[in-house]
């Protein structure tokens, strides 16, 4: 089935950092967004992003936080400056509706900043 | 508040058992979906389940919307079934809210 593809797996980052996270979403979805899940702990919604902007975002979306799909590349999370409490597991997901199909997981990019 | 409630936090198995699991919504919602997480972490999509039942395999899902319910149900476990079974709903926003998953052990 379709499939969304995160990269890197994994990042080490020293607090302070730039990191940015890539996404490569299912071909002809327009709806994408990110998610935070910190081990062991409820994965929890980050924002989603439609036609080039941001559509929604929680409180979790700090103003550390920006996203961008620069003219239909990855779809990218990009945290600067880093903070340890950033550490987490950061699912990418998209769909290709609004509201009326499901979202398709990345794997995952497991971030730890020291 | 917890918006999406899963049971049970944990669930242990002897191989070929079947398993119930189930998830309550607070709120009335789009549509859900049910996940498995690998132990590495990993989401693998199971079903996308706005309501009535669903079969794959060995796996079940039946929703009730009016009831804010859903329930996955395992037939015959096996050790390689064992991992992290999250729930999740989508509100008509399109955000989508996860439970705290059930974690399910299947021993030989």
């Known amino acids: 089935g379709p499939k969304v593809l995160q990269i890197p797996s994994h990042q080490i980052i020293d607090m302070g950092q730039m990191v940015t996270l890539n996404c490569d979403p299912v071909s002809n979805h327009l709806y994408f967004y990110w998610y935070k899940q910190i081990l062991g702990q409820q994965m929890e919604f980050l924002v989603n992003f439609y036609n080039g902007k941001v559509m929604e975002k929680s409180k979790l979306f700090k103003d550390q936080f920006s996203v961008e799909r620069p003219d239909g590349s990855y779809f990218t999370l990009k945290i600067q400056p880093t903070a340890l409490e950033d550490s987490a597991v950061y699912f990418c997901a998209s769909s290709p509706d609004w509201g009326q199909d499901t979202q398709y997981f990345g794997p995952g990019t497991r971030l730890l900043v020291l | ?108």
């Open chain 2, 1 to 108: 508040g917890q918006q999406v409630q899963q049971s049970p936090a944990s669930l242990v198995l002897q191989e070929g058992e079947n398993a119930e699991l189930q998830c309550n919504f607070s709120t009335s919602l789009n549509s859900m979906q049910w996940f498995y997480q690998r132990p590495e972490g990993s989401l693998v999509s199971l079903f996308y389940n706005p309501s009535g039942t669903k079969q794959s395999g060995r796996l079940t899902s039946t929703t009730v919307i009016k009831e804010r319910r859903s329930s996955l149900h395992i037939s015959s476990s096996q050790i390689t079934d064992s991992g992290t079974y999250l729930c999740a709903m989508d509100l008509n926003n399109n955000r989508i809210f996860f439970g705290d998953g059930t974690q399910l052990v299947v021993k030989p």
